[in-house]
């Protein structure tokens, strides 16, 4: 996947010549997508308001979750949630003839993690943070735009615990978690103003 999402990367930017957003915007962008997680997948969503610093890059805040069910070490089952807030750069290509505008990015941030796992004997409920970063590329045609993007994230250590007859709970060992995701997202955006050409 990682080999996939930089060669779409290199191409297109290797395709188009920069050209003109407007400088001075506001914009606000949604999404909705499909994550891929180690050993499952889920649904990724996000709003993300951003300023066009030049007429070809925006700087933005981007406030994401994304859900997944996986399967942890062949047996056991987990249920894992990340919310984000992550500090956004965009670098977008325009051939200045059409409103199709690839573009590449970057984030950096805090990624809220939690998760819930099982089998027939152990329970385990997990919460942590973590500071991780993203990468991304794709295109605008108009308002619509279609993203794939890496979210770069620490690995976390899931501690498992054995439900006794009585109530109590024994500590049964850890199993380290990626926590690291594909997306593939579509959306839209308002404001920004237009492609110049």
């Known amino acids: 996947m990682k080999k996939l999402l930089l060669l779409f990367i290199v191409i297109m930017a290797g395709a188009y010549s920069a050209q003109a957003q407007e400088k001075g915007k506001f914009r606000v962008g949604l999404d909705i997508g499909y994550a891929a997680a180690s050993g499952g997948g889920g649904m990724l969503f996000d709003i993300e308001p951003k300023y066009n610093i030049a007429d070809n890059m925006n700087v933005g805040l981007r406030i994401a979750g994304a859900a997944t069910a996986r399967d942890v070490n062949g047996k056991d089952a987990k249920v894992s949630t990340s919310s984000s807030y992550l500090g956004t750069y965009d670098y977008y290509f325009h051939n200045g003839s059409s409103s199709?505008?690839?573009?590449?990015?970057?984030?950096?941030?805090?990624?809220?993690?939690?998760s819930i796992g099982f089998d027939n004997s152990d329970a385990e409920i997990d919460v942590s943070g973590k500071f991780g970063g993203m990468v991304r590329g794709g295109f605008e045609v108009g308002k619509f735009r279609l993203g794939l993007e890496y979210n770069i994230i620490p690995k976390t250590k899931s501690e498992g615990f054995s439900i006794t007859d009585d109530g109590s709970s024994v500590e049964v060992g850890s199993v380290e978690i990626k926590n690291s995701y594909?997306?593939?997202?579509?959306?839209?955006?308002?404001?920004?103003?237009?492609?110049?050409?």
């Open 182 to 197: 594909f997306g593939v997202s579509v959306g839209f955006y308002f404001g920004g103003g237009k492609w110049k050409r």
């Open 100 to 114: 199709f505008a690839p573009f590449l990015g970057a984030g950096v941030g805090y990624y809220g993690l939690s």
